[in-house]
């Protein structure tokens, strides 16, 4: 986990690199582990939606949800070496970021992984929105935005280095999770001469740097796939206690465990908490769903609260002596700390590294999430920000189910 150098290789179009994507069956991956169609929260359930508009499979939304529940196979993203963030969403035609670990000397071990890439804020698929604005989005990062970064990216010698951004930007603020205004920032700075290298044409590259300037949550998927390509290297570690994977798909909370393969343990997902936009509340909140939990997997996010205290307030977790507190807690279920990653604001130790189900179980510590917060209502979207908690029930399991493999009386 400490050794992960994720390279962001390319933006292609997600059939051209995930096989289950490119069948003649119309597929969607999802976030979180496997779940029914009817068991998906309504935003998850209105992003299918938006997908099936964006593919042309519906033309209103009766027609898509009818074609969904007849014709639609759904795969978790986690299955294809990908990661979506909130309903995690992925169909054949959307752009997707190709984030290489180059951890190993030789080639051959070099492992991928995908996300689609942050659409800004305000009505976006990920939360479950899906009219025009939204659908006319994804047909502009599939057209336009992805193509150009990706005439960017040929642009380097071999692709644009992700653990350095990481490495500053975390000193600057970012947890990662919910705060990417500095690592956003550093990559639109990066890729400014590299578009222009790239000779787009003027209305093109106005349009692309002015949406890399205006969102600053456009370094989340691309973490978030840095986090996959480095945590599927650690699960082929084949005995172990360590978590290489917690996701949810807003019924069910997911995990992984390094020496347990590709199982997984469930329990039922919980409810963030924290602060809401004007006119929302809290008996409003859908459960809590995302692949970008895979960032605190990986030791950011709310794991690393400490590192940016101005996350604290948005999501209402307090201040800074609330912050330290969490980082500090969170420490108490790892295995140690990523020197490759030090917070100046927690005397520069480095991030928490490696929850351990043994830990999580022994102190009743859970892992602390930070997130975006969606409305129950389908097609409003994100309402708010907060945190939560992983469930005691998914780490119980996978203890049992260790204990069980070694053969040791749980």
Known sequence: MTAGQPVLVDVVTARTVIGVLDE?????????????????????????????????????????????????????????????????????????????????????????????????????LRFGAFDSEVVDRLHWM??????SLSAALASTDEGYPLMPVIARAIAMGDEFHQRNIASS?????????????????????????????????????????????????????????????MTRNGHEFGIRVSGLG???????????????????????ACPDMGDSAITETFGLGGMSMIAAPAVTRFVGAGGLGDAQAISEEMAEIVFGHNAMLSIPTW??????????????????????????????EPGVGQIGAGTVRAPLGCFTKALEALAETYGVDA
């Open 262 to 284: 590709d199982r997984w343990f469930t329990a039922p997902v919980n409810t963030p908490e924290g602060l809401f936009f004007t006119g929302y509340s809290q008996d409003q």
């Open 24 to 124: 003649q069956t119309p597929t969607l991956l999802h976030a979180g582990p496997p779940v029914d169609f009817a068991d998906m929260p309504a935003p998850m359930q209105a992003s299918c939606v938006g997908a099936a508009f964006f593919e042309g499979w519906a033309a209103d939304e009766a027609a898509a949800r009818e074609f969904i529940a007849s014709k639609v196979r759904f795969v978790p993203c986690h299955h294809v070496d990908a990661v979506g963030p909130m309903g995690g969403i992925t169909s054949a035609n959307m752009a997707v970021v190709v984030v290489e670990n180059r951890a190993s000397e030789n080639p051959t071990e070099w492992n991928r992984a995908y996300a689609t890439m942050n659409e800004g804020i305000g009505k976006v």
């Open 142 to 147: 599939a057209k336009v935005l992805g193509p």
């Open 185 to 245: 920032a550093i990559f639109a700075k990066d890729f400014a001469p590299l578009l222009i290298k790239a000779r787009l044409g003027t209305e093109q590259l106005a349009g692309v740097t002015d949406f890399l300037g205006r969102t600053d949550q456009f370094f989340l998927n691309l973490a978030m796939a840095s986090c996959k390509a480095i945590m599927d290297a650690a699960r082929k570690i084949t005995k172990g206690s360590i978590v290489t994977a």
């Open 347 to 376: 005397d520069f130790q480095g991030t928490p590294t490696g929850i351990d189900i043994r830990k999580v179980v022994e102190t009743s510590i859970t892992p602390i999430i930070n997130t975006g917060i969606a409305s129950l």
